[in-house]
């Protein structure tokens, strides 16, 4: 009887089972762990976390650290992915000036336009046609900032609208005697340019602007030509879906465009070159990679856009695995069509507009692991026999045929957190394996960068869990419309706030965003990265790349936890035939442990108790 331990150490997560082996192939599992993995996989700080997991496993049984025979390594796949993102084209609007937010209160409604001037110029001015956009800024009290509109008003003044700096809108709105446009909160308020043409529009409460959001309103408002008013387009885009706006035409009124080449992806076949401008988006993109396929290395054009972001990856890798940059060569890309948040420049209050942007997730061969040496470090930290046990990609098809209800032919899809990876082992135990760039982290990034976020753990949760509305201090509405109800009030802090119900409870969103929106990006984010990944990581490993001639494929890594991303890969290989779904090791383990479940059985099969 022995004690055997198998580890696998990923990039994200090192997982451990313990098996009691009693013979040759028979194995009794007795305990399973897991935990972050400390450092970067392959490196000698993984032992940390290893030694802790391998605690974490032995907590709950009656043997010690001393009572294991061996402790197994996997042998790891030496793939690292990094994902970066680039944004195509760069509009730059220069003397051009513009305030579109969301004040939580603007005051009045409907649609003004004046002409700009500040609050103690109006004492001074004759009464005339013209009609006027006030200034109010932050030193004005609100008190006093009204009685000098009334006192212009009274003058036979026009008072089109005003612009506050400070949150007072509605309390001037409600002094004067008949409401007028007021856009609060612009933080750049001596950014106003004075004496200009101006346009203020705000909406009804749970309205969003129309005018200011239309070239064409725009450009009525201004008399703009058409060539101005295709350059006022990156404007309007900006002020869509906003309660209030204002636009304002500056004295040379150009707008400036500069678009930054977004350059050519080059990738070399085995057999072929060939190139692909990176504006022809993901899609043009991809059916390159798979025209290509097998590749030898992955380039970009220098001093473009996606040769900058190329550069960083290959930086980054090198940095990673401490070989020198000339080296790394990129083996695998996965494209998605993106779109970027970009401030505007000539803004007053932050506003931006998103830009046309691809995401590449990218994956290199390093060399092999030093998988032997952590192997020595292991076994001198805890005086217990270490091997090298087996390849992953084997041992994670050992695992997930330990799922109940599969058998050969079987595909594996381990979607972790930098690759997607992919197996097939037919019925003479033969296994084709595959490598891919972009899984879990990159959806990450991509929730991250869509929705604004610049928070990776907020983005996390929000690709990990439902969403919710907190719409009364005792019911929520949940994302797919049922409505909950509470005995006790929740916390008055998610009020009318989106909240993602993690399992530590719910979590407030600091975003205005509906929460539609959020599920749809989120959702996107999944099918562009999994659902593309798994479909092409398929097609590589199954015989004559028919994706028909498997017959069941199972789900296994961090990523096939995921509550969406198995139905999502389960109907986009239905028209397939395919038995999809997420692994269960050993009937209990979920999509996780499989490497390390597969390492044991390995030893069980070839030495036995
Ligand atoms: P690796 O094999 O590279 O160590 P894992 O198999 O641990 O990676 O997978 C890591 C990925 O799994 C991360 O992108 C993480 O966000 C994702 N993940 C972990 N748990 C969940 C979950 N409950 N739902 C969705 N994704 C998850
Ligand atoms: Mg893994």
Redesign the pocket.
């Known amino acids: 009887m022995r004690y055997i331990a198998g580890v696998d150490v990923?990039?994200?997560?090192t997982e451990i089972a313990i098996g009691e082996v009693s013979g040759k192939g028979k194995v009794r599992f007795l305990s399973s762990a897991m935990v972050r993995?400390v450092g970067i996989k392959g490196t000698l700080r993984n032992v940390i976390g290893i030694i802790d997991a391998l605690d974490l496993a032995l907590q709950p049984l009656a043997i010690q650290r001393k009572d294991l025979s061996v402790v197994l390594l996997n042998e790891a796949t030496p793939v690292i992915g990094d994902i970066a993102m680039e944004t195509i084209t760069e509009t730059i609007i220069t003397e051009s000036a513009m305030i579109g937010h969301n004040p939580s209160t603007p005051g009045g409604q409907g649609l003004g336009l004046g002409q700009t001037i500040g609050l103690p110029e109006l004492a001074a001015v004759a009464a005339d046609a013209q009609p006027w956009v006030v200034i109010i800024p932050g030193t004005a009290e609100f008190a006093d900032a009204a009685e000098q509109l009334k006192r212009a008003l009274s003058r036979g003044l026009k008072i089109a609208g005003a612009i506050v700096q400070k949150d007072d809108g509605v309390l001037i709105n409600n002094r004067l005697p008949q409401p007028i446009p007021i856009v609060d909160e612009v933080k750049f308020i001596d950014r106003v340019p004075v004496g200009m043409p101006a346009a203020l529009e705000v909406a009804q409460p749970g309205r969003t602007i129309e005018k200011l959001s239309n070239p064409f309103d725009i450009a009525t408002l201004f008399h703009l030509d058409p060539e101005e008013t295709r350059k006022v387009v990156p404007i309007a885009r900006a002020l869509m879906g906003t309660r209030s706006a204002v636009v304002i035409k500056t004295p040379k009124g150009d707008i400036e465009e500069r678009r930054i080449p977004a350059g050519k992806i080059i990738l070399l076949g085995h057999r072929q070159k060939v190139e692909v401008p990176v504006d022809e988006g993901a899609d043009a993109i991809m059916a390159k990679v798979a025209d290509v396929y097998p590749m030898e290395e992955v380039q970009a054009e220098p001093g473009t856009n996606v040769g900058g972001m190329f550069e960083h990856v290959r930086q980054v890798m090198a940095d990673l695995t401490d070989q020198p940059v000339s080296t790394i060569r990129v083996q695998d890309i996965l494209a998605v069509d993106t779109f970027k948040p970009q401030q505007i420049l000539g803004s007053l209050a932050g506003e931006y507009a998103l830009g046309n942007a691809v995401g590449l997730a990218a994956m290199v061969h390093t060399q092999k692991l030093p998988m032997q040496r952590l192997a020595r470090k292991l076994e001198e930290e805890i005086g217990i026999q270490t091997m090298v046990g087996g390849v992953e990609a084997d041992m994670a098809i050992r695992g997930a045929l330990t799922t109940p209800g599969t058998d050969a032919p079987l595909a594996i899809v381990d979607v972790?957190?930098?690759s997607t990876d992919a197996s097939v082992i037919n019925t003479s135990c033969e296994i084709k394996s595959t490598h891919q760039a972009g899984?879990?982290?990159m959806v990450?990034m991509l929730i991250n960068t869509e929705l604004g976020l610049e928070d990776f753990d907020l983005a996390?949760n929000i690709?990990?869990y439902p969403l919710a509305k907190v719409e009364s201090l005792f019911h929520m509405r949940h994302e797919d419309g049922s409505v909950q109800f509470f005995q006790q009030a929740l916390d008055p802090r998610l009020f009318g706030r989106v909240v993602v119900l993690t399992d530590s409870g719910p979590l407030p969103l600091e975003t205005r965003q509906l929460l539609s929106k959020i599920v749809d990006v989120r959702r996107q984010a999944k099918r562009k990265v999994f659902v593309k990944n798994a479909l092409r990581a398929l097609e590589r490993v199954a015989p004559a790349n028919n994706i028909r001639l498997i017959s069941f494929v199972a789900m296994v890594?961090?990523?096939g936890?995921?509550?969406e991303i198995p139905s999502m890969i389960s109907d986009a290989l239905q028209e397939y035939g395919v038995v999809t779904g997420r692994a269960n090791v050993r009937g209990t383990e979920g999509p996780r442990n499989a490497v390390a479940t597969g390492l044991v059985l390995a030893y069980a099969e070839e030495f036995g108790g």
């Open positions: 990923g990039n994200n997560t993995t972790g957190g930098g899984a879990g982290d990450t996390e690709k990990k890594g961090g990523s936890l995921d509550f």
